[in-house]
């Protein structure tokens, strides 16, 4: 539970899930190695609690980008998004606090920390990269600097310059890493845009989704087809911006004349700016699991805020939709 809390907050701050789970993922997945924690439900909670911000932190540039899709100010969506995302944390939260209360996995092994062993030096790294991130700054910058950093810090408290070199290139055993491990993910990140661009430019999937709103009749209804679409887009896709802007601006129109842009909001809130992470080929959802070091098959079914917040928003449509319907009877 406080694996998902404290990503939650990271998240919250920084807006991205790549960043959160690079600054705290990487130490939590080997403490619970370390204590025989399920390290598959240790990921699901990371990953649930990086997702909390990513969607809804008003620094993410995915929540920014749909507001600017669907031309509605931030806070107007924030507001759209609340309900559900309360009852999606407090349900996350009561998920992971069951695991902590009924689990039989046992800590075979404690480890004595020494706060002397820790020096000043030691937290440059991750300061610099929380301020880069909190100042806007670019991310790749912010990587950057901090890993230069770790490496300037490691020689001169006495690592060897080629033992700091193999650990670059090669990685830390038993935690992964290194840039030996990501050159296949560079490749697919160069060719999912380059695919990406060819979707949107040649317009293949919007005319269909045009068609296929005109026989709309119920909030009901046009929750579950843009919940469709936008699963389809996303699994055609393989990024989280291209779902977020096809949908937005097929959508849109449709939305804005009868239910108004805040119910869009919160419904593709709850599903396209979550199934990129549940989409194994999609580039998020690859990226989480190289960084959590866990097959993404693995740690899903324990990523409850991913998959609960499709299924919230359906029931919220529907409850809206019957509550209307009745109003609509007693008239």
Not at 264 to 281: H, I
Not at 317 to 327: E, G, I, N, P
Request: proline share 5%; aromatic share 12%; glycine share 6%.
């Amino acid at each position: 539970m406080l694996t998902f809390f404290a990503a939650m907050v990271f998240s919250m701050l920084l807006g991205t899930t790549v960043g959160t789970l690079s600054a705290i993922g990487i130490p939590i997945l080997g403490t619970a190695v370390v204590l025989n924690l399920p390290t598959a439900v240790v990921a699901g909670a990371l990953v649930s609690g990086a997702f909390v911000g990513d969607r809804t932190s008003p620094f993410s540039s995915a929540h920014q980008l749909l507001a600017h899709t669907l031309e509605l100010p931030v806070k107007k969506q924030w507001s759209a998004m609340f309900l559900t995302t309360l009852i999606a944390v407090v349900l996350s939260m009561l998920f992971y606090g069951g695991f902590d209360f009924f689990s039989t996995e046992k800590i075979i092994q404690t480890v004595t920390f020494e706060w002397s062993e820790l020096t000043l030096l030691q937290f440059i790294p991750p300061v610099i990269l929380l301020l880069f991130v909190l100042f806007r700054l670019s991310i790749i910058y912010a990587f950057l600097s901090s890993i230069l950093s770790a490496a300037i810090i490691s020689i001169v408290e006495g690592a060897a310059l080629p033992k700091v070199a193999s650990a670059l290139w090669n990685g830390i055993e038993g935690l992964g890493g290194g840039f030996l491990h990501m050159y296949e993910l560079l490749l697919f990140l160069a060719l999912a845009g380059a695919y990406n661009g060819l979707v949107e430019e040649l317009n293949v999937i919007q005319p269909y989704l045009d068609k296929w709103l005109q026989s709309s009749t119920s909030l009901t209804g046009d929750t579950l087809k843009t919940f469709s679409a936008t699963l389809l887009i996303s699994v055609i896709a393989a990024n989280q911006t291209l779902p977020i802007i096809l949908t937005g601006r097929s959508f849109l129109p449709h939305w804005k004349n009868k239910y108004g842009e805040e119910e869009l909001a919160r419904v593709m809130g709850d599903t396209t700016m979550l199934f990129p992470g549940m989409v194994p080929w999609s580039v998020l959802a690859i990226m989480c699991s190289t960084i959590v070091g866990v097959p993404i098959l693995e740690y899903l079914p324990y990523a409850l805020f991913l998959w609960i917040l499709p299924l919230l928003t359906i029931m919220v449509s529907l409850f809206k939709h019957v509550k209307k319907s009745k109003r609509a009877v007693a008239a």
